[in-house]
């Protein structure tokens, strides 16, 4: 029992151990102790990745939503499972118990196996953050159906392209979404997204804005009268532990989408496991995570990993500055959130923003903050630290992929003591490698390289969707009997981790590895700076050189632009030495970022290597004209 909650440091490494020396062992006894089977595994685990196939918990049989919904309404019944937030403070909170979240799982449940919809069968989930979206998830995974949900910011381009590459023949959605003060036509979206997938033969449509949609005969149905009709109970589908619990598409850098297949068991063992420790959860705490659950820190640890535990996990509709940027923090105080997960984007633009919008909230609730997504610098995770954690939450900066499921590098709060910017240990059952472009690995410590994964663990994706080659060759293929993470860390003086970011964003400058995120950590600690994204450009000499585009807080606009430039080269030189200088600085309003956040470094890399010709799709990004501006003022 003691192995499923780590307390101390000693127990960590002592659990960690017993982890890598014989995983089998350790993951059957957690799997055994913790969750409901129909039939228990013949084999924990086998695996090979050079084909890549790995499966765990072979033979067993269960379905995911006994473990996260029935077996705890004896006991939690009553308890509330979803808190939703909606996006305007004045409309009601609703609390969903375990109880109400069964019924209300399994009317969905019926209403798509009244459409057709069988065990196998891909759903996709085209839903804004409200409890319809939870809810279709598991009524998915209810009926052995799987869901692709597709973030409901996506284009009617890129919603096509996942609704064809799955071969979906439903489509869950609404007639419309809030965000901040906009309302946004989700059915219309959809309407042109299905002009091109003449494999949809019903599109289910929850009200949310009361909005006046085009329903097309025969295809289109609101959702909330078939819900009313349909019967309250559903009887989950048995399924194997390697079926397909649902497909996520990774978002997108270039070329066709990958659809990530993640499979039963091993998904739901790994999460709950992961939610438990990383988070610290107890029995009677609130947990919020601000991610969508188009996303994968949404599917694993807003709806998966929090249920499977019986906790309440928090699902806000809205965004952190509407109506003003103490949002966050007045939900924080509403609803008296233990632990909070969040992106560094989201730190860094509310560090923007004056402390009266925290000030004025009681965030003694407070007791884990979490960090995932992207590296964060130094001082955004000290504004973090500072304003909102007082000093007294632990931060956890959780390093994981959407092909991971899971969390993988992490501190355990009050457990491991923290470093920022420092991701810190590897979780129970993770075997990290750093590994040298050779192909050898690096041993021992204050040492950096590509992060591989040695061993697997159980919620690893299994296949990309429809093209297990494509999967072989991305991950498996770059380092021997490896996961090939695509990300770059150091290992310091004592084993912690710190992600440097994509391999493919380090540059070479006069033969240096230099990764990005410190030299933008270093850049963004400048008080005149907000945000800024390092890039390489081709040089005679150096064979690369950098190109750095800053964005300026307000009362840097009025600043010298020559001194700041000098002195930006001048903190960077201190933090880091003279040859991470920047050759060329632009000064830029907004940098191009992906739906998710992420900044669109490609688009950047191109401009600074003056190759506008073919900038690839921008339609996808968050801000496509600022594209246009920074070509205009390009150096
Ligand atoms: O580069 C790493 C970065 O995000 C990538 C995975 O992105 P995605 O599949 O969208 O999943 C994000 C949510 C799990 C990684 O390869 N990344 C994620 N978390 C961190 C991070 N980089 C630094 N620190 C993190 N905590």
Known sequence: MSNYHIKHLEEYYQVYRKSVRNPEAFWEEIAEEHFVWRKKWDKVLSWDFSKPEIKWFEGAKLNITENCIDRHLPTRGEKTAILFEPNDPDEEAQRITYRQLHERVCRMANVLKDHGVKKGDRVCIYLPMIPELAISLLACARIGAIHSVVFAGFSSNALATRINDSDCKVVLTSDGSYRGSKTIDLKGIVDKALEECPGVHTVLVANRINGKVEMKEGRDKWLQPLLDEAYADCVAEIMNAEDPLFILYTSGSTGRPKGMVHTTAGYMVYTAYTFKNTFQYREEDVYWCTADIGWITGHSYIVYGPLANGATTVMFEGVPSYPDFGRFWQVVQKHKVNQFYTAPTAIRALAK????????????????????????????????????????????????????GGIMITPIPYV??????????????????????????????QVSGRLCIKFPWPSIARTIWGDHNRYRDTYFSAYKNMYFTGDGALRDAVGYYRITGRVDDVIIVSGHNLGTAPIEDSINEHPAVAESAIVGFPHDIKGNALYGYVILKEFGETRDRENLRKEINQQITEHIGPIAKLDKIQFVTGLPKTRSGKIMRRILRKIASKDISNL???????????????IENSL
């Open 353 to 404: 923003e004056n402390l009266d919008f925290i000030d004025k909230y009681d965030l003694s609730s407070l007791k884990v903050l979490g960090l995932v997504g992207e590296p964060i610098n130094e001082e955004a995770w000290h504004w973090y630290n500072n304003n909102v954690g007082k000093k007294m939450s632990p931060i956890v900066d959780t390093w994981w992929q959407t092909e991971t």
């Open 616 to 630: 690839g799709d921008t339609s996808t990004l968050l801000n496509p004209e600022v594209v246009e501006e920074i």
């Open 416 to 445: 491991t003591p923290t470093t920022p910017t420092y991701a810190t240990l590897p979780f129970i059952g993770i075997q990290p490698a750093l590994m040298d472009e050779e192909g050898k690995e690096i041993k021992g410590n």
